[in-house]
């Protein structure tokens, strides 16, 4: 099986891309769009540097960012403490080597994760039993692509996702109410060639 990515490497000049932090403000806007439940405790599974956590503090009583990169949950971990953040918390997780997720929530998010987690089934079933019943889930992430996104794809399980297929496994997983968008489309320059993506949102809930 290929190689994980080290987003440790990535995590001090994550946020100097403008194209990730616009990405993440479009998601936050489009999941409010569709509606979060009130006063949510709220987990962002893969926050990274938490730029989807922190656009979406002020509408939930409180989030939580989960990371498998210490580095990237040390830039969210200033954050909180620079800005005086008393409702976000991040920590270490990686369900698919022994650390789950601890606790219950009303809303799990997630941005541009689900495709560096090799087996999506397992992870949606991961997010299902962390919800409370009648809790949501949305999740973003790259519409199928033919791996120009990334440039380099070490760490890439999937090149994008087939929304028909993801709304299946979200059945599987136990969710109903399964909603699909397109929460917004980043447009890169590709070889030369500006070329268009488009990034899902899937919201679901757990009966
Ligand atoms: C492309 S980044 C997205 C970060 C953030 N959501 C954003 O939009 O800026 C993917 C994130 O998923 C995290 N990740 C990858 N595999 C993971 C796993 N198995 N468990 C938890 N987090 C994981 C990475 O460390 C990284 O921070």
Known sequence: ?????????????????????????????????????????????????????????????????????????????????????????AAFVDFENGSPVEGNYDLVVSSMTAHHIPDTLALLREWHRVLRPGGKLCFADLDKEDGSFHGDNTGVFHQGFDRENLRMLCEQAGFDEIRDTTATTVVKEVEGVKRAFPIFLICAKKP
Do not use: Y
């Open 1 to 89: 099986m290929q190689s994980r990515k080290n987003f440790d490497s990535e995590s001090i000049l994550w946020d100097a891309d403008n194209t990730r932090v616009r990405l993440a403000l479009s998601v936050a806007q489009a999941m409010l769009d569709a509606g979060i439940p009130h006063e949510a405790d709220a987990l962002d599974f893969g926050c990274g540097t938490g730029l989807l956590t922190l656009a979406l503090q002020p509408h939930v009583k409180s989030i939580s960012g989960v990371d498998s990169s210490t580095g990237m949950l040390e830039q969210l971990k200033e954050k909180i403490s620079v800005n005086h953040i008393e409702n976000v918390t």
